[in-house]
Antibody
Framework: QVHLVQSGAEVKEPGASVRVSCKPS????????MHWVRQAPGQGLEWVGW????????NSPQKFLGRVSMTWDTSISTAFMDLSSLTSDDTAVYYC?????????????WGQGTTVTVSS | SYVLTQPPSVSVAPGQTARITCGGN??????VHWYQQKPGQAPVLVLY???DRPSGIPERVSGSNSGNTATLTITRVEAGDEADYYC???????????FGGGTKLTVL
């Protein structure tokens, strides 16, 4: 059974950057998309983007372009999400989650979440 | 841009049937996925491709998708079904993943 293990909580000042890691365990990750989804306090789910480990390709909504970088380190089989120019609006729980297959498919395994707090 | 609309809340008595809708323009032409999220926990996939259940999800949970509305149906509702439910699609025209705003299911 696959598990996704994420890095620990982060507290950052406005304008800083944050890196969240996500390491699958249990089975190889080949052929699946790794999505990032966030949830602000008391709010719904918001898709941040995906990285496709096989090619390193990425995609994310316009609102994150230029601020988010999603990568897959093949040597350690770990996904990373970097978010820069943080504001209080970025305070949220960030989840990595595995796509069942293509980008259009559902997300069947979720990490435990990483709380990112942006505060001065 | 494509928008998914869910009712903020649905209430149902134990043993009854809960229906949670997800509206979108011609959503019937897309594959809809549903997630359950309990307080303090990560979401869990409960339906994929409109109506398929992952292993471990009870047969009480079913789904349909036609026209402009997709529906998640839970029969014989139990207290443990109380949670937030989110629908999700991939919009091919924009190549973006979209979530509905979520519906809080309350078991009376």
């Amino acid at each position: 059974q696959v598990h996704l293990v994420q890095s620990g909580a982060e507290v950052k000042e406005p304008g800083a950057s944050v890196r969240v890691s996500c390491k699958p365990s249990g089975h190889p990750f080949a052929g699946r998309y790794m999505h990032w989804v966030r949830q602000a306090p008391g709010q719904g789910l918001e898709w941040v983007g995906w990285v496709y480990p096989n090619t390193g390709g990425t995609n994310s909504p316009q609102k994150f372009l230029g601020r988010v970088s999603m990568t897959w380190d093949t040597s350690i089989s770990t996904a990373f999400m970097d978010l820069s120019s943080l504001t209080s609006d970025d305070t949220a729980v960030y989840y990595c989650t595995r796509g069942r297959g293509g980008a259009f498919e559902g997300m069947d395994v979720w990490g435990q979440g990483t709380t990112v707090t942006v505060s001065s | 841009s494509y928008v998914l609309t869910q009712p903020p809340s649905v209430s149902v008595a134990p043993g009854q049937t809960a229906r949670i809708t997800c509206g979108g323009n011609n959503i019937g032409s897309k594959s809809v996925h549903w997630y359950q999220q309990k307080p303090g926990q990560a979401p869990v996939l409960v339906l994929y491709d409109d109506s398929d259940r992952p292993s471990g999800i009870p047969e009480r949970v079913s789904g349909s998708n036609s026209g402009n509305t997709a529906t998640l149906t839970i029969t014989r509702v139990e207290a443990g079904d109380e949670a937030d439910y989110y629908c999700q699609v991939w919009d091919s025209s924009s190549d973006l993943v979209l979530f509905g705003g979520g519906t809080k299911l309350t078991v009376l």
